[in-house]
Each structure stands twice: as C-alpha cells, then as structure tokens.
C-alpha cells in the first residue's frame, strides 16, 4: 500500500518535474553543492569556481583543432575512395541502406552527395561544440566515467554518461565483431 502511495506521488511530481521546475531544482542543487553565488551575477569569477569544468574545457580547445584535421582528413578519403571506385559496385540492390538524397533534380543516394562536395558548416570554435567533443572523449573514452574525474558540471549527470559510454561501447563491439 504504501509503495503504491509513493509511486502515485512521484507520478504526480514526473510533469513539475520534467519542466521549468525541474530545471530550477538542478540548478539550485549545483548551486549548493559548489557554494555557487547567483548565478546571474557577472563579477564572479567562475574559472576559479569551478576548477575542473574549466581545464576540461581548455583542454577540449587545445585539442580541438586535431579533432577537426582528424575529421577532415578522413572525409577527403572517404570521398577520394566513393568517387573513384564508385559507391555500390558489385551491391546487390535489395542489399544496399540508406536514403535518398535530392541533389539538384537529381536523386542520389547518400553516398553519391559526397562526390559533388557537399560540406556541413561546423563552427569549430564554438563553446557548443567544443562542449559536444569534450562529451564525446568522456564517452568514447577507455577508463569508466567515475564521479571524481568529471568537470563539475558533468557531476549531477555521470549515470547518464555511463550509460551512454556503455552504449558508445556496445556500438564499437557490434561494428568491430
């Protein structure tokens, strides 16, 4: 009886929760688990304050620019190899995935949109995504995510980047297997 009771007032609680109010209370509790002050304030220095959420982001800026040659050099071969050999000689068609891609008037598929230089526009520089590339090596990363080596900021969400580590992990197993 009393697990139904407690189950009926968490599901009461799930959309306060899911919403601004939820967003509220996270903020509140980083707040006091850092001895944060306002966080609308502009005089604090917030380096200092939260130490390791500003080596991991400086360490993600330093890096980034390996990232990005890294990410360029492997689309320069994967489109000097498509486009040579063409994409799906000798595939049977019924074995082929993927969509459809309209370039032009044309339709091609995926693969054939990399041979006439489609490119995405990534700011490499941004704080958004020098924040996805440090998410991404925590991820991909081969130690666990343990809570006393995250940036401060990643704390009140380490089960959520363990399961997606394990998931990132699964994904590596079943392409390489």
Not at 32 to 37: A, C, T
Request: proline share 5%; charged share 20%; glycine share 6%.
């Amino acid at each position: 009886m009393k697990a139904d009771i407690s189950a009926a007032r968490i599901q009461a609680l799930t959309p306060i929760l899911q919403g601004s109010a939820g967003i509220e209370y996270l903020q509140k509790a980083f707040s006091k688990r850092y001895m944060l002050p306002d966080m609308r304030s502009d005089d604090v220095n917030w380096l200092s304050m939260l130490p390791k959420t500003s080596a991991w982001l400086m360490e993600v800026q330093q890096t980034s620019h390996q990232d990005e040659e890294q990410m360029e050099s492997s689309r320069a071969s994967y489109r000097s190899s498509v486009c040579e050999t063409g994409p799906v000689h000798g595939i049977p068609s019924s074995m082929r995935t993927g969509g459809r891609v309209v370039v032009g008037k044309t339709i091609a598929s995926p693969m054939e949109s990399v041979c006439v230089n489609e490119r995405r526009v990534l700011d490499w520089r941004s704080f958004q995504t020098l924040v996805h590339l440090g998410v991404l090596r925590l991820v991909s990363g081969v130690t666990p995510v343990i809570e006393e080596a995250l940036p401060e900021t990643m704390v009140l969400n380490v089960h959520r980047l363990r399961a997606a580590q394990n998931e990132y992990q699964r994904i590596i197993v079943l392409a390489t297997g």
